[in-house]
């Protein structure tokens, strides 16, 4: 079975930027779309974007615009998370994620990273 991981994470401040890796390994996972979510102590994990195996794009709409931006390599089997103008409130554990795409935007995905912290101060 595949395996996600993911990198990147980290403590920093706010306003800064912070690309966030995630590696795939293995059947399904080398070929599936993917995607990144996050969770808060106490609170949901939360989506924030997917992409497709062909590079189409999708984000949450309660998050901010322009400040998440996805992309992949396929040939390097590899996924980012880039978050520019990080605010205290992005401070989270962030995992990436692979499903069918309207499972990640809309249910709950079959394959999870361990997730990577992410702490911003002010």
């Known amino acids: 079975q595949g395996q996600l991981v993911e990198s990147g994470g980290g403590s920093v401040q706010a306003g800064d930027s912070l690309t966030l890796a995630c590696s795939a390994s293995g059947r399904p996972l080398d070929t599936y779309n993917r995607g990144w979510y996050r969770q808060t102590p106490g609170h949901e994990r939360e989506f924030i974007a997917a992409i497709t195996w062909s590079g189409e794009t999708f984000y949450s709409e309660k998050l901010e615009k322009g400040r998440f931006t996805i992309s992949k390599d396929n040939a390097k089997n590899m996924v980012w998370l880039q978050i520019d103008n990080l605010k205290p409130e992005d401070t989270a554990v962030y995992y990436c994620?692979?499903?069918?795409?309207?499972?990640?935007?809309?249910?709950?995905?079959?394959?999870w990273g361990r997730g990577t912290q992410v702490t911003v101060s002010s």
């Open positions: 994620v692979g499903d069918f795409v309207d499972t990640i935007i809309n249910g709950v995905p079959k394959y």
